[in-house]
Nanobody
Framework: QVQLVESGGGSEQAGGSLRLSCAAS????????MGWFRQAPGKERERVAL????????AYGDSVKGRFTISWDNGKNTVYLQMNSLKPEDTAMYYC??????????????WGKGALVTVSS
């Protein structure tokens, strides 16, 4: 069983930056797709960023394009989310996810427990 553990959440002022990390541990992760999602109180879960770890291709939700960057360190089995120009509306619980096969937003199988990001104005 693959475990995903997020770290790096916290509080930041609007305009600042934070970086989230998600380490895959447990059974060897053999898939090639990792992603980040977020959910704010009272709202539906939202797509944030997706990366094909084999080809390096990425995709982003419209609300974070140009501000957030997803990356993958194969040696560390870790996916990162660099968040710049943070806005109060970025406040949410951020979840790391991984697919077993394929690479689609809806294809995530493994999920982390989440990391809280709070952005103040």
């Amino acid at each position: 069983q693959v475990q995903l553990v997020e770290s790096g959440g916290g509080s930041e002022q609007a305009g600042g930056s934070l970086r989230l990390s998600c380490a895959a541990s447990g059974s060897t992760y053999s898939g090639n797709c990792m992603g980040w999602f977020r959910q704010a109180p009272g709202k539906e879960r939202e797509r944030v960023a997706l990366i094909n770890t084999q080809f390096g291709s990425t995709a982003y939700g419209d609300s974070v394009k140009g501000r957030f960057t997803i990356s993958w360190d194969n040696g560390k089995n870790t996916v990162y989310l660099q968040m710049n120009s943070l806005k109060p509306e970025d406040t949410a619980m951020y979840y790391c996810a991984a697919a077993r096969d394929g690479c689609r937003w809806a294809g995530m199988y493994y999920w982390g427990k989440g990391a809280l990001v709070t952005v103040s104005s």
